[in-house]
C-alpha cells in the first residue's frame, strides 16, 4: 500500500542545510494502521505532506497504492489525492458555510465515490444522525473531528493520513475519537499512518514506528518519549 525507498529530504537555513530525511525507508502494507512518533521538528509531518504529494522529496521513491512518485506528474498526484487518499488534521478544516451534511458528503462527491448506505452507516457510527443540519461553528470539537473523520472515509480510500487528529481535545473525546477511528478504517480495508506525539494514541494502532535523525524505526516495545503536546 505503502512503500518509501531512501527518501530524503531536507530545508535550506540561514545557518546551513538541515536534513530532515536521510535515506527513510518503510513499508505499509494494504489494511494495516502505523503511528508515527518522534521529537518536535524531527519531521513527521513533513514525511506526511511527502506521502500526500503536497511536497517532494529531494530523491527516494515514494510508492503508494501501486503509484510511484518517479513517473506522476501533478494531475496524477491531484487524481490519487481525490480519489485515493484522504487527510485529517488536528484543524478539521470544514467549510464553514456548509453544513455537517454536506460537509461529510464533500470528497465523495468530488471523487464520485459517494455511497449512501455507507454515508447514513459513518453518521449512525459517529452519533452524527441529530446534527447533519448544523453548521459547523454549532458543533464541539470532538463533533467536528468526528465530521472530518466521516468525510475522510466515506469514499473508501486505500490511505488515510492523520496529523494529529486528536491534539484539540481532551483525553476522554481523544480515546473516543481513535476508537471509533480505528474500528472505521479497518471496516473500511484502508491503511492508516497516523503522526502523534501521545505513546498511549499511537497504541491504537497496529505498529509503532519513530522518526530519529532522519531515519524511520519501528517500536517494539511501548513508548515512553515525550509527553503528548
Request: charged share 20%; glycine share 8%; proline share 4%.
Amino acid at each position: 500500500m505503502l512503500r518509501l525507498n531512501q527518501v530524503v529530504k531536507h530545508f535550506a537555513q540561514p545557518d546551513g542545510e538541515v536534513r530532515v530525511l536521510s535515506g527513510a525507508s518503510f513499508h505499509l502494507p494494504a489494511g494495516r494502521s502505523a503511528a508515527l512518533l518522534g521529537e518536535s521538528g524531527s519531521g513527521k509531518s513533513t514525511l506526511l505532506h511527502l506521502v500526500a504529494g503536497l511536497d517532494t522529496p529531494d530523491s527516494g521513491e515514494l510508492v503508494i497504492d501501486g503509484h510511484s512518485n518517479l513517473s506522476m506528474s501533478a494531475g496524477d498526484w491531484n487524481q490519487l489525492r481525490r480519489d485515493r487518499l484522504s487527510l485529517i488534521f488536528q484543524q478539521y478544516h470544514l467549510v464553514p458555510t456548509l453544513t455537517v451534511l454536506d460537509n461529510l458528503q464533500l470528497q465523495a462527491r468530488l471523487s464520485q465515490r459517494l455511497d449512501p448506505v455507507f454515508r447514513d452507516h459513518l453518521i449512525d457510527r459517529l452519533g452524527l444522525g441529530d446534527l447533519t443540519r448544523c453548521l459547523p461553528h454549532q458543533l464541539s470539537g470532538g463533533q467536528q473531528q468526528r465530521v472530518a473523520i466521516a468525510r475522510a472515509l466515506l469514499h473508501r480510500p486505500a490511505l488515510v493520513l492523520a496529523d494529529e487528529p486528536t491534539g484539540n481535545l481532551d483525553e476522554a473525546t481523544s480515546e473516543r475519537v481513535m476508537g471509533v477511528l480505528v474500528e472505521l478504517v479497518r471496516e473500511t480495508g484502508s491503511s492508516l499512518l497516523m503522526v502523534t506525539h501521545s505513546a498511549h494514541m499511537a497504541s491504537f494502532l497496529d505498529e509503532q514506528w519513530r522518526l530519529q535523525h532522519g531515519q524511520l524505526h519501528q517500536q517494539h516495545e511501548p513508548y515512553n518519549g515525550e509527553p503528548a503536546l
